[in-house]
């Protein structure tokens, strides 16, 4: 079953990853747009490869693997994006956006509290330790997504034209979080079922959901 | 400006509220039960189709052929299915040839489909049968075909020290799958759930003809690990001890005692009880007791040496802690090559069960080497003498000694039990100066003192087999690696030295450059001139 | 055979060097750092000796888990100091990764071929060739594009050629996995499917930018 999952997702990113590259890799396009699209492409790799570990091995083994960087490299996509291009614009470091960068760690703070949870109940072993690791990606990624959710646009509505796709990676985030719950504590298939769902759903409609507010920008 | 904050802040405060929710939730939900994947049905098919045929037909077939031949016509396989009903317990193979054979206990095994194993080279190994019985066994959770050629001076014993049990025949022999008048040998092995069995249950003493014979015999006795090396001094025979394991501390010997063949003897002359049974009897204690500890003879003959001797066992915990291992060697040999013999021999594979990998041994090896508290190398003691005279143990007494020591005694034996002795106080050989027989023998055991450290379930260089199918890691021995993806070296270091040189150097050299401040062309397009 | 590796690096780099003062600038750099390349393989020989032994000889694991992580760090580290010390041109450095790559899938190669050389077909050959050449090739081509903006733009540097990394390592371990298992064919397929599109679109793009510099 986990390989069926694992290769949903896996097409629901090369979806979502092939229609980026048609829609923004034909001309010159932001970087911060290329960035995204790279970060999806990066969760489909990182779900191929889990995907072939299951259909070579039948398990994807105890600990770290490989795939878990396809995640990581997801998240970092995302944070290079958000920290390295749009933060700077939308965040000039006055202290009118202190309040909005305290509550925006709210969304680190309860990714981080999911996998506390897990370290808790399991303590920190061979498998909790990489999902640790995996969570701070998640947790950095998903701070900028808050802020940029809730932060008051100065900027001829540059932010304010991506909320919905910032609302979509918050989402993307806490679903990654709620596929880690899932399977360290073993829950009924029909919970599995749907955290994968809701994942490929998010992966395909990332990027349109990014054209639409992008689409904003030059208009 | 404050609204705009006011509802961001409501919708992060909501935010983290779903957030919360959905952890919740879960989290009462029941957990789903551990898989495991046992062998719940087994088929042999022959010929050229076989594999495609077994494979279409959504059987897992062992590529590895139950004939040595290079006819591809006749080679016969063995396919598999896990998890479709009832796992599979134990395997045997019989040539007589009938839908249902029963053993010696009354379990009733059924033929796995109607094909010789000898298929195409007119053998008489018959068929193979299962049986789902509880009572065979735990049930099976890999296989693993074992195969070799006299021809090629292969050497191949029935007895796989691997944790590894061999398919018998009803007699209790090991089943060749072969049985021609090829050269040939193929023995087909089952591997338990629950391999991991760290302590040692039973003991016996084997003596043949030769170390092939000896195993055999061992493996024919129902035994299915064997120490290493000839514990007896004669040319014209070969003496092993050989020996089961248990996963239950309570269930392991705890300890192992030599005493010659002239102490029984004395003991014998010195102690008859009853006179009716003093004629024409070869007089042999199958019970003594030592220091309070009750022991069984576990060799029905003397083992040849020059002073001949007897082997007694204990499972009583005042003897010691439960014993891990036994290991016979000679008084040159360091306790350092012990432990390496042990690292290698204990699951030492011939086969193609890579299950067990030598290098998980050596990891057991580090931990027992570098925690030195957990095992105890004690020289089993060599009675060859009392110092004080014996007492007469008591009917009561006996019998206050459950029956399974006169029983255990009987079946390893194969002598009826005689009566018990006791005696009060043994001698300690070594210190009495007698030191002759140290030339023959001397066992070691190794003992854990508080257990066996956490890493022993890994001697066997596998988990718990919850997921895991043996079967699968058997098929994978046998890729080539010709497809290997990495390169790996590692005895000169010389590349590995002047790598980490280079790239400190490099390290370095950027330094340097940019505390001196020296431009790099950026960005540019053009190279460094 | 203990030192086949050295053998097999001292045989080609040795002839490969000879050739370096009779070529073009241009050229003679992307030589240099197939040669670094070489040598990179030889240097990440030792250290996955070291990994093999400490993930208990599991050549399997190590190889689909924890060679690939290694090798593209240290494939990587070349091409960083390029990028500081001699130029960050995005061009020159994509030239220099992908003959880093290469060099080090070539020692790779004959290490492996002298390794199995009763065993290996011409089957084996395109795979390695094609498969092995190609995926070092592109993995470090990848890191490349990452380090290209090491003095541009600092924050995307760092987290950028980190997640370009994480790629790299994933397509690396996807291969090494395939190649290993019965999805052979799959195995040389996937360098190739990736290796032909990027093929054309640098083709396209140059082609595109010439065309422009012309007008």
């Known amino acids: ?219 | ?529 | 055979m203990d030192n086949l590796t050295y053998i097999a690096f001292i045989a080609l780099t040795v002839s490969l060097a000879l050739m370096l003062p009779l070529m073009e600038k241009k050229t003679r750099r992307v030589m240099i750092f197939m040669i670094v390349g070489i040598f990179a393989c030889l240097f990440i020989s030792e250290i996955n000796g070291i990994l093999l032994k400490t993930f208990n000889k599991n050549i399997y694991y190590v190889t689909t888990t924890i060679t690939p992580v290694t090798e593209e760090i240290i494939k990587m580290l070349p091409i960083l100091y390029c990028a500081i010390v001699i130029t960050d041109d995005r061009r020159t450095l994509m030239a220099n990764s992908f003959a880093v790559g290469v060099g080090f899938a070539l020692l790779e190669n004959v290490v492996i071929l002298t390794q199995n050389v009763e065993s290996v077909t011409i089957f084996w050959a395109l795979v390695r060739g094609f498969g092995s050449g190609l995926v070092h090739g592109i993995c470090t081509v990848m890191v490349g594009l990452g380090v290209s903006y090491v003095k541009k733009r600092r924050k995307l540097f760092y987290c950028g050629t980190f997640a370009l990394l994480s790629v790299a390592i994933i397509y690396h371990a996807t291969y090494n996995l395939l190649v290993q298992s019965k999805f052979q064919y799959v195995g040389i397929l996937l360098p190739i499917l990736t290796y032909i599109p990027l093929l054309f679109l640098t083709v396209f793009k140059k082609s595109k930018t010439s065309k422009t510099e012309k007008q």
């Open chain 1, 1 to 219: 079953m986990h390989m069926y999952l694992s290769l949903a997702m896996t097409i629901s990113a090369g979806i979502g990853f092939g229609y980026g590259l048609y829609r923004f890799f034909r001309d010159e396009s932001a970087l911060y747009v290329r960035m995204i699209i790279f970060s999806v492409g990066c969760a489909m790799f990182g779900r191929l490869f889990e995907t072939l570990q299951y259909l070579v091995n039948g398990e994807l083994g105890n600990g770290f693997h490989v795939g878990m960087l396809g995640i990581i490299g997801s998240f970092l996509f995302l944070f290079s994006a958000n920290f390295g291009q749009m933060d700077s614009v939308v965040d000039d470091g006055s202290p009118v956006f202190r309040k909005t960068r305290l509550i925006s760690l709210a969304a680190p703070l309860v990714i981080i509290a999911i996998w506390c949870l897990i370290a808790f109940t399991k303590g920190l072993n061979k498998t909790t330790i990489p999902l640790g690791i995996e969570t701070l990606f998640i947790a950095q990624a998903s701070y900028f997504h808050l802020k940029h959710l809730i932060i008051k646009d100065v900027e001829y509505g540059l932010i304010k034209a991506i909320r919905n796709y910032n609302l979509f990676a918050l989402i993307y985030a806490l679903l990654c979080m709620l596929e880690m719950l899932v399977e360290s504590f073993n829950l009924p298939v029909f919970c599995i079922v749907i955290v994968y769902v809701l994942q490929c759903i998010v992966l395909i409609l990332f990027v349109p959901v990014l054209e639409r507010g992008v689409k904003k920008w030059t208009t």
């Open chain 2, 1 to 529: 400006m404050k609204k705009h904050f006011k509802c961001r802040s409501l919708t992060s405060v909501l935010l983290t509220i779903l957030l919360l929710a959905t952890l919740i939730v879960p989290m009462t939900l029941p957990v789903n039960a551990a898989r495991k994947r046992f062998i719940t049905e087994l088929r042999v098919e022959a010929g050229l189709d076989a594999v495609a045929t077994l494979e279409g037909d959504g059987w897992s077939v062992m590529l590895v052929g139950l004939n040595v031949t290079p006819d591809p016509a006749s080679q016969v396989y063995l396919a598999f299915k896990q998890d479709t009903g009832a796992p599979i317990t134990n395997v045997m193979a019989s040539p007589d040839v009938g839908d249902t054979l029963t053993d010696s206990k009354g379990i009733v095994y059924t033929c796995v489909s109607h094909v010789d194993l000898d298929e195409g080279i007119d053998g008489t190994a018959g068929c193979l049968y299962a049986t789902t019985d509880e009572r065979a066994g735990a049930p099976l959770v890999g296989l693993d075909v074992i195969r070799g050629d006299s021809e090629n001076g292969d050497v191949l014993y029935p007895i796989t020290n691997d944790g590894a049990e061999v398919v018998r025949t009803p007699s209790g022999a090991p089943a060749d799958l072969e049985n021609t008048e090829n050269t040939g040998v193929v023995y087909l092995a089952q591997i338990r759930d629950g391999i991991v069995r760290p302590y040692i249950s039973e003991i016996g003493v084997v003596t043949d003809t030769d170390k092939w014979n000896a195993v055999y015999t061992a493996c024919e006795r129902g035994f299915n690990y064997y120490v290493e090396g000839d514990i007896d001094n004669s040319t014209d025979t070969y003496t092993i001890i050989a020996y089961d394991r248990t996963a239950n501390p309570e269930d392991a010997l705890t300890s192992v005692t030599a005493v010659s063949e002239a102490t029984i003897r004395q003991l014998e002359e010195e102690q008859i009880i009853d006179s009716s049974t003093e004629s024409g009897k070869h007089y042999t204690a199958a019970a003594i007791t030592i220091s309070g500890a009750s022991y069984i003879r576990v060799s029905g003959q003397p083992v040849s040496a020059e002073t001949p001797f007897y082997l007694y066992m204990t499972k009583d915990r005042s003897a010691g802690n439960p014993v891990s291992m036994i290991y016979a060697e000679t008084p040159e040999q360091t306790q350092n090559f012990m432990f390496g013999m042990w690292a290698n021999s204990y699951f030492f594979s011939p086969g193609k069960t890579t299950a067990y990998m030598y290098c998980m041994n050596e990891d057991l090896y580090m931990t027992l080497w570098e925690d030195q508290t957990v095992c105890t190398k004690v020289p089993v003691p060599y009675l060859d003498g009392f110092t004080r005279p014996i007492a007469i143990e008591t009917s009561e007494e006996n019998a206050a000694d459950p029956e399974t020591v006169s029983e255990t005694a009987e079946e390893s034996s194969g002598q009826p039990s005689d009566s018990g002795k006791e005696t009060t106080d043994p001698a300690k050989p070594e210190a009495d100066g007698k030191s002759d027989h140290v030339k023959y023998i001397n066992l070691t055991m190794l003992t854990p003192r508080n257990g066996l450290p956490a890493s022993a379930g890994r001697i066997t260089g596998m988990q718990d087999p919850d997921n895991i199918a043996f079967v699968e890691r058997t098929q994978r021995s046998d890729r080539v690696n010709k497809f290997q993806a990495s390169v790996f070296s590692g005895n000169l270091g010389i590349a590995l030295i002047a790598g980490g040189v280079v790239i400190a150097g490099a390290a370095v050299f950027v330094i340097i450059r940019k505390r001196s401040g020296k431009k790099v062309p950026a960005a540019t397009g053009k190279t460094k001139k």
